[in-house]
């Protein structure tokens, strides 16, 4: 079996899909004896509690008055190299293109080939910032000069190679669920503080950004509720939730729709959903569907970007072009009327997630990576490892 590996990771420690990843995978590492290091500028939400193997480094930034702005990027290059440097990592893997992988690029050049860059793509780093001309060259160098990359999807790695004329080759490396956080929770006496017994509940977890298309869920709601007595949940906060709290209002719907606001326990939330409604315009995943299927609750969706390969249409849930809302609201309708079919969909949806998903066979192929790009004999996958 070959050595436990010093590994650093960077990500956005705030609320975010690729936060939580990242989070969950240094644990995860953790567990299996490799010793962990996150950088960043504060403590990753999902870290949780003290655990062993697990070390956390503050990055700070200072304030010079020759400087208009701090320059962040810089002191998170400088405590990259810094850690890797008193630490003697092998690894450091970093979540999302810009800033993260410029910067351990840079921290990199500063200590030599003393640790392996990998660099996990995400979406937003190449869907948004990636069409950004001025950013293209920074974002491809990134890319390039990282010893393997990663991302989310196919559709991601397709988008990748299209956007920057990338040829390098990227794993895929689905996102994952811990079974032993998501699994079907008992919500009855949450459920009935929002719907009555002969009412269903829709969802819809976002940051409600305009690329999440939340107006469609008012839309596919509004439509629904006239066949099937419902309740609407809204989790999260973003820039569109103003707008969407004035329609809501506008249509007479303000006594049907909840808004729970930012949670920690998404689990114990989703699990008292019928339906996860998530008609996005662009998703290079769907984090938060994946999340639902392990919890039991089935999503209707757009035929968005990743989403296809985690919902398959007719079993674990239903699929539609972007902005069908009528056929979102039909394949909605249909599902809430008939018991058994749902019941088939939430047993296919926790089956999907927990197999096809596992923390076991992704936190698997990270190591696989580590120890490629090290030059090692790949490890012995056994219960001493784990």
């Known amino acids: 079996m070959n050595r436990p590996l010093k590994i650093g990771i960077t990500c956005y420690p705030s609320?975010?899909?690729?936060?939580?990843v990242a989070t969950e995978l240094g644990k995860l590492l953790a567990e299996r004896g490799h010793q962990i290091h996150f950088i960043s500028h504060s403590v990753p939400f999902r870290l949780g509690a003290f655990q062993k193997n697990i070390y956390y480094h503050e990055v700070e930034?200072?304030?010079?008055?020759?400087?208009?702005?701090?320059?962040y990027d810089l002191a998170l290059a400088t405590k990259m190299a810094q850690v890797a440097k008193m630490q003697q990592l092998d690894i450091l893997h970093v979540h999302y293109a810009v800033p993260h992988a410029v910067c351990g690029f840079l921290a990199k050049q500063m200590v030599g080939d003393q640790f392996k860059l990998v660099t996990t793509?995400?979406?937003?780093d190449i869907t948004v910032l990636g069409q950004d001309e001025s950013l293209k060259d920074?974002?491809?160098?990134?890319?390039?000069?990282?010893?393997?990359?990663?991302?989310?999807?196919?559709?991601?790695?397709r988008e990748t190679r299209d956007a920057l004329d990338i040829t390098k080759p990227i794993d895929l490396t689905y996102n994952f669920v811990d079974k032993r956080l998501y699994y079907p929770r008992d919500s009855a006496d949450l459920r009935k503080d929002f719907a009555s017994p002969n009412e269903k509940?829709?969802?819809?977890?976002?940051?409600?950004?305009?690329?999440?298309?939340?107006?469609?869920?008012?839309?596919?709601?509004?439509?629904?509720?006239?066949?099937?007595?419902?309740?609407?949940?809204?989790?999260g906060e973003g820039p569109e939730l103003p707008k969407i709290q004035c329609r809501i209002k506008e249509i007479g719907l303000e006594n049907r729709v909840h808004f729970l606001g930012k949670q920690d326990d998404?689990?114990?939330?989703?699990?008292?959903?019928d339906v996860l409604l998530l008609p996005s315009e662009k998703e290079s995943f769907g984090l938060v569907a994946l999340e639902a299927m392990a919890c039991g609750v089935p999503t209707i969706g757009s035929q968005a970007g990743g989403i296809p390969e985690l919902i398959v249409h007719g079993k674990t849930g239903y699929l539609a072009p972007i902005g069908d809302t009528d056929k979102m609201a039909d394949y909605t309708i249909a599902l809430l009327k008939n018991e058994t079919l749902l019941k088939q969909f939430a047993?296919?949806?926790?089956?999907?997630?927990?197999?096809?998903f596992s923390t076991d066979s992704m936190t698997d192929k990270y190591e696989q990576i580590y120890?490629?790009?090290?030059?090692?004999?790949?490890?012995?996958l056994n219960p001493v490892c784990r």
């Open 15 to 20: 609320l975010g899909g690729s936060g939580v």
């Open 61 to 71: 930034v200072n304030d010079y008055y020759v400087f208009r702005y701090p320059p």
């Open 121 to 124: 793509l995400h979406g937003t």
């Open 138 to 157: 920074l974002i491809k160098l990134a890319i390039n000069e990282s010893d393997a990359v990663t991302a989310v999807s196919q559709d991601l790695i």
């Open 201 to 235: 509940i829709l969802m819809h977890i976002s940051n409600f950004r305009p690329v999440k298309r939340v107006n469609d869920v008012v839309d596919i709601f509004e439509k629904v509720n006239k066949e099937v007595p419902s309740r609407l949940l809204f989790v």
């Open 266 to 273: 998404i689990a114990q939330v989703i699990s008292m959903a």
């Open 347 to 356: 047993e296919a949806s926790i089956d999907r997630a927990h197999n096809v």
């Open 371 to 380: 120890y490629r790009v090290l030059e090692k004999s790949l490890p012995e």
